[in-house]
């Protein structure tokens, strides 16, 4: 897994950024105005293509990587 921020497509980043941030799938689905559904594809999409087997891997590996970083509320 040598550069998995290329492989994720644009929606998928936009979820993993969701998920990094704590909601569950019905909360970024109706944030995105999407199907939960559609997320939780989305979801397994991510985790396959960086070989995560949790929403907490995936998230970690997002932030290690520098995928993905905290925004604190102002």
């Not at 040598?2 to 936009?14: A, I, K, T, Y």
């Not at 970690?60 to 970083?69: C, D, P, Q």
């Amino acid at each position: 897994m040598s550069e998995p921020d290329h492989q994720l497509s644009d929606r998928e980043l936009e979820v993993l950024v969701l998920v990094v941030d704590g909601l569950n799938n019905v909360e970024i689905a109706a944030r995105l105005g999407l199907a939960r559904s559609t997320v939780q594809s989305h979801v397994s999409s991510a985790l396959a293509k960086t070989s995560t087997r949790t929403r907490t891997q995936l998230a970690v590996m997002a932030l290690r990587r520098g995928i993905v970083s905290l925004h604190p509320e102002s």
